[in-house]
């Protein structure tokens, strides 16, 4: 049964999902504006074989809503926070998107405290500026509050895509709302707007799963590129999905996260 706790540092406190057990540790790191419930469905096809714990990581979910610090170096530290804290030896570190960037990060700068690493739908290479702004834009997009839960899982395309952000939401008010602060996920991007990764890439010494969709973002080239500066790392395309893949195709990406475990 998967208990919900805390885990604070420097007045931040940040929201767990741990499944207790005795099996090998795994964290679960969401994507940009997204919620620890994402991976629920990846947690019961794991099946109860390794300690899972997911992450509200800092400005999401039940965590803290507005950092003033959303620095890459925070979310690498909250990362660390919550191993030393829930005592958990080496563990393999998951994230999806932004939440893989911050896995990759925290892997690259202590090696000591991370058994392995899997990337999902995530890369070393930075964004732009444009980025940035496409990303702010389509939060400003979203019609809210969303009258209904319904109406939020067919404006996020419906299906498990849809109701998986919409789990993301709150309902106060009369009607549902963002469990976070869309100028602290803007804020958030500013350094990958700056710079890439491809350094900290290089450094991380720990086995490395490398999961992509079709979606594009990681595209043939990033993913080349990673694959040729790390050629150990094990690479898995799944066909016929999006970024979203751990919403899409949740049991498949368990069956590689319990393999690449084992």
Not at 6 to 26: F, K
Not at 111 to 135: C, F, K, N, R
Not at 155 to 184: C, H, I, K, N
């Amino acid at each position: 049964m998967t208990a919900v706790g805390y885990v604070e540092r420097d007045g931040v406190r940040l929201a767990c999902r741990d499944s207790g057990g005795q099996g090998t540790a795994v964290v679960l790191l969401h994507g940009l504006a997204g919620h620890a419930g994402e991976w629920d469905a990846v947690v019961a096809a794991l099946g109860g074989r390794f300690r899972v714990v997911a992450v509200d990581q800092r400005g999401s979910g039940a965590s803290e809503r507005r950092p003033q610090d959303v620095s890459r170096a925070a979310y690498v530290a909250d990362v660390l926070a919550v191993v030393e804290q829930l005592g958990l030896e080496r563990p393999v570190l998951v994230g999806q998107s932004y939440g893989g960037h911050a896995a990759m990060l925290t892997a690259a700068a202590h090696p000591e405290a991370v058994g392995g690493l899997v990337v999902v739908e995530a890369g070393p290479a930075g964004s732009d500026q444009e980025t940035q702004a496409g990303i702010a834009g389509w939060f400003d997009s979203w019609p809210v509050p969303f009258p209904s839960f319904e109406a939020a899982v067919g404006f996020f395309g419906g299906g498990a895509v849809g109701e998986g952000w919409a789990a993301g939401l709150e309902e106060r008010d009369g009607g549902w709302w963002p469990r976070f602060d869309s100028r602290v996920m803007v804020e958030s991007l500013t350094e990958n707007s700056h710079r890439s990764w491809w350094e900290e890439w290089e450094r991380v010494g720990c086995p490395v799963l490398a999961v992509v969709g079709q979606s594009g973002i990681i595209d043939a080239e990033q993913f080349d590129r990673m694959l040729g500066t790390r050629p150990e790392t094990v690479a898995v395309s799944v066909p016929g999905t999006g970024h979203d893949l751990h919403l899409e195709q949740p049991e498949e990406l368990a069956r590689l996260i319990g393999e690449f475990v084992r």
